[in-house]
């Protein structure tokens, strides 16, 4: 398919995961891609190279998010490899130390702030002058800012909150320019960031999938896919909304 030729996108946090699929799906559809990482250089270089691999094109850029610059070094970086913007997906985040309320730490939630609410709002601000009009920002959220099913993942949940707020804040404002955003809020997925507990035990691995009403954990491109559609013509008329993808956890 090449739904998306001509077009150019950015995904943050694209070395592994989520991020990873992400971009592979937006270059299989014709996009060439920014792959956004923060420390996994080896990891970036294996998205661009899959992607290039699969005859797609993408670029990998650097920049650590979490640091008051992190933003104007991306976009440096950025600008000196593409023209402008048409697709933002801001999936780069961090789970931080599994802490109850009566643990929280101050050093974990500003580190928690900083990567899954500072930096999207910052990033997007910067990038709204290079974002073209009938663009598309899709922002990855949680399926735990409406069920807490891992009371341990309050400081995440509570950092990721917010996002689902300023997504249809931002879809408000950009509408006039026929820009969409959208969130998509994963439940429990294989990933690196979820190997601790996903993948240490098959009783572990099955709780989680318990959550599921499809009764089952999800992978990278089951998120991939739908970031797919929102993306794409296809989802000109949807925005500013939160989508479930994990299988149906709150049904």
Same mark, same amino acid.
Request: charged share 20%; net charge negative; aromatic share 4%.
């Given at each position: 398919?090449?739904?998306?030729?001509?077009?150019?996108?950015?995904?943050?946090? #694209?070395?592994?995961?989520?991020?990873? $699929?992400?971009?592979? +799906? !937006?270059?299989?559809? %014709?996009?060439? =891609?920014? &792959?956004?990482?923060?420390?996994?250089?080896?990891?970036?270089?294996?998205?661009?190279?899959?992607?290039?691999?699969?005859?797609?094109?993408?670029?990998?850029?650097?920049?650590?998010?979490?640091?008051?610059?992190?933003?104007?070094?991306?976009?440096?970086?950025?600008?000196?490899?593409?023209?402008?913007?048409?697709?933002?997906?801001?999936?780069?985040?961090?789970?931080?130390?599994?802490?109850?309320?009566?643990?929280?730490?101050?050093?974990?939630?500003?580190?928690?702030?900083?990567?899954?609410?500072? #930096?999207?709002?910052?990033?997007?601000? $910067?990038?709204?002058? +290079? !974002?073209?009009?009938? %663009?598309?920002? =899709?922002? &990855?959220?949680?399926?735990?800012?409406?069920?807490?099913?891992?009371?341990?993942?309050?400081?995440?949940?509570?950092?990721?909150?917010?996002?689902?707020?300023?997504?249809?804040?931002?879809?408000?404002?950009?509408?006039?320019?026929?820009?969409?955003?959208?969130?998509?809020?994963?439940?429990?997925?294989?990933?690196?960031?979820?190997?601790?507990?996903?993948?240490?035990?098959?009783?572990?691995?099955?709780?989680?999938?318990?959550?599921?009403?499809?009764?089952?954990?999800?992978?990278?491109?089951?998120? #991939?896919?739908?970031?797919?559609?929102?993306?794409?013509?296809?989802?000109?008329?949807?925005? %500013?909304?939160?989508?479930?993808?994990?299988?149906?956890?709150?049904?």
């Amino acid at each position: 398919m090449s739904t998306l030729s001509g077009k150019t996108a950015l995904v943050t946090g #694209a070395s592994r995961g989520i991020g990873r $699929a992400v971009a592979e +799906r !937006l270059a299989r559809d %014709g996009a060439r =891609v920014a &792959v956004h990482y923060g420390q996994s250089e080896g990891g970036a270089k294996e998205t661009v190279a899959a992607i290039e691999a699969a005859g797609g094109s993408a670029f990998p850029l650097r920049a650590d998010l979490s640091t008051g610059d992190g933003t104007a070094r991306l976009w440096a970086e950025f600008d000196r490899s593409a023209g402008g913007l048409d697709i933002l997906v801001n999936n780069a985040g961090v789970v931080g130390t599994r802490q109850g309320a009566g643990a929280v730490t101050e050093e974990n939630i500003d580190h928690l702030l900083a990567v899954n609410l500072k #930096a999207p709002l910052l990033l997007t601000a $910067a990038g709204l002058d +290079r !974002l073209r009009d009938g %663009g598309r920002i =899709v922002n &990855v959220s949680t399926v735990l800012t409406r069920r807490p099913m891992v009371t341990e993942l309050l400081p995440y949940a509570v950092s990721k909150a917010p996002l689902d707020v300023y997504t249809t804040f931002l879809a408000r404002e950009l509408a006039p320019r026929g820009i969409t955003v959208n969130a998509v809020a994963p439940g429990a997925t294989d990933t690196d960031m979820n190997a601790d507990w996903l993948r240490a035990s098959d009783e572990g691995r099955a709780a989680a999938a318990a959550f599921a009403a499809l009764g089952r954990v999800g992978e990278p491109a089951d998120i #991939a896919d739908v970031v797919g559609f929102l993306v794409s013509e296809d989802a000109r008329w949807v925005t %500013g909304q939160w989508l479930e993808t994990g299988g149906g956890v709150l049904l």
